[in-house]
């Protein structure tokens, strides 16, 4: 099953990508920066705030290159179009747009080894861009084991990519020049949701569970208006590893309201909610010390994304 968070990446992906592919101008027909134009405001009002970045072709030529590098839709070509594209233009404005195309791609085939690659390729040519950012550091988050070798360096670089995506929120996503606000908004609220979650997650892989309970509120927060199970079912285990019962079955009861029928996150919010309901039925009263948990104190909650292709770190 897809978490909540990963649908929104791909439909942040292609608000990205339709920002790219209509801000991206060759000279004569491009206009000048969004956070260059002067907003209409009464005198002495205060700036407005940019609403993100626009990218320029330095040539009708490179123009060509990238619309058709941009037009395909077979993942591999298009990352091997983005390869031949960044070596030819190795000082485009554009290369990033192409290798978040492919990660889109690869992103909505499942095979996330090839969204940490391509997302990586695109960072590594817009270090600012949180789309690229936070899509790779969920993606470490989800898939690194406590058997990986290079278990440490995922999970450092997924909580450094989570970091730059938050920093980066106001002035590093591509928006169409006449974007809608609130859909800007809203991209902007689950590109937060999903950074903090990679954040709790980063935490409760390492045990940090009071700081995975402080990352998962925020994400809790971020996305209010479409409140996610997963991201409730993850804080009521790092909750319930605090031995904070109560709050841990607040938590699991919200899980289970916002779950889908069927789903995973149902039947996992659902063994979470028992488990933490015979525990507090066992207790001995306000105040009084929790008795032995009935079962195992749960992990971290299983990846509810797709898992990768090919699982090899």
Same mark, same amino acid.
């Given at each position: ?94 290369? /990033? ?89 809203? /991209? ?63 938590? /699991? ?61």
């Amino acid at each position: 099953m897809k978490s909540a968070g990963f649908i929104a990446v791909l439909l942040l992906t292609a608000l990205a990508s339709f920002g790219q592919g209509n801000q991206t101008q060759a000279p004569a027909q491009s206009a000048p920066p969004a956070q260059n134009a002067a907003p209409n405001q009464a005198p002495g009002a205060a700036p407005a705030k940019p609403a993100g970045r626009m990218l320029q072709a330095q040539s009708q030529e490179e123009m060509k290159a990238y619309q058709d590098a941009f037009a395909l839709t077979d993942p591999d070509k298009v990352e091997a179009a983005a390869t031949a594209f960044a070596a030819k233009y190795p000082n485009s404005q554009l290369r /990033a747009s192409l290798y978040i195309r492919a990660m889109n791609l690869y992103a909505q085939s499942n095979n996330t080894d090839k969204v940490i690659d391509a997302g990586r390729q695109a960072i590594a040519a817009d270090p600012i861009n949180p789309v690229p950012l936070v899509q790779v550091a969920s993606a470490l988050a989800e898939t690194t084991h406590d058997t990986d070798l290079d278990r440490e360096q995922r999970l450092a670089e997924a909580a450094k990519d989570a970091h730059a995506a938050i920093d980066n929120i106001d002035t590093g996503l591509l928006v169409p020049a006449n974007a809608d606000p609130a859909r800007v908004e809203g /991209a902007k609220r689950s590109i937060l949701t999903m950074a903090y979650d990679t954040l709790g997650m980063v935490d409760l892989t390492k045990q940090d569970y009071a700081s995975a309970v402080t990352n998962l509120q925020k994400a809790i927060s971020e996305s209010s208006g479409n409140p996610e199970a997963v991201l409730y079912l993850r804080l009521s285990v790092a909750q319930d590893k605090l031995k904070q019962y109560p709050q841990a079955l607040d938590s /699991a009861n919200k899980a289970v309201q916002y779950a889908k029928d069927g789903t995973m996150a149902q039947n996992l919010a659902k063994q979470q909610q028992a488990r933490l309901q015979k525990l507090m039925s066992a207790e001995p009263g306000a105040g009084g010390a929790a008795p032995m948990s009935p079962s195992p104190a749960p992990t971290t909650p299983p990846s509810t994304s797709p898992a990768p292709s090919n699982p090899q770190h």
